[in-house]
């Protein structure tokens, strides 16, 4: 687990591109988040991890304090190279990026994600990692595809 740099960005894309998860405007939008990062290191809206094995980036979770809220943060994006998922690398990912929250003095850590059958593993990894679904908005995506909220309490 280590610091985005700027030539982890190819490969990034490559994995965002590979899960099948993501459109492509949603490519675009991850490597913006990416971009405000190595471009601005003022910034603190928004943490990255990469995680790389064997000198390999095979993932990476984006994540960051919830602006005007007191210790909630939000993880953004997270995504693992298909080659290597199943293996413990998400949840890998997912530990750091909460351990590091907590530091920060996080109560809790929310993400967000679609209730559309394709995001069907998504969810049980989130289940699987100690997240409760507690909002549901009906058709928010787009029509049949609702937006559901997963929170972690852990830290109060
Ligand atoms: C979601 C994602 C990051 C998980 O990463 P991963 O490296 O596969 O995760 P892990 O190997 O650490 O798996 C952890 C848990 O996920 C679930 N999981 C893993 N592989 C699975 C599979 N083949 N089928 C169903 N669940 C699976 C399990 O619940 C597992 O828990 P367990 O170890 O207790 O059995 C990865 O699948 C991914 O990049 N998906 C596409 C992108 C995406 O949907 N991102 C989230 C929206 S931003």
Redesign the pocket.
């Known amino acids: 687990m280590r610091e985005l740099i700027r030539s982890d960005l190819p490969q990034l894309e490559q994995i965002l591109i590979a ?1 099948g ?1 993501f459109n492509g405007p949603e490519v675009a939008c991850a490597m913006e988040l990416l971009e405000i990062v190595l471009n601005d290191p003022t910034q603190s809206d928004y943490l990255v991890t990469v995680a790389e094995h064997a000198g390999k980036v095979c ?1 990476y979770i984006l994540y960051g304090p919830v602006p005007v809220t007191e210790g909630n943060f939000d993880i953004y ?4 190279d298909p080659a ?9 990912l997912m530990e750091h990026a909460e351990a590091d929250a907590r530091k920060r003095g996080a109560r809790m850590v929310c993400l967000e ?1 679609s209730s559309q059958g394709g ?1 069907e ?2 969810r ?2 989130y289940e ?1 990692a100690g997240y409760v679904m507690e909002s549901c908005i009906r058709d928010f995506y787009k029509p049949g595809d609702d937006r559901l909220t997963y929170v972690k309490r852990v830290f109060l």
Do not use: E, N
Request: proline letters at 0%; zero cysteines; hydrophobic letters at 30%.
């Open positions: 899960t998860a993932g994006w997270i995504a693992t290597v998922q199943g293996q413990g690398m998400g949840r890998k994600t995001y593993r998504t049980t990894f699987r």
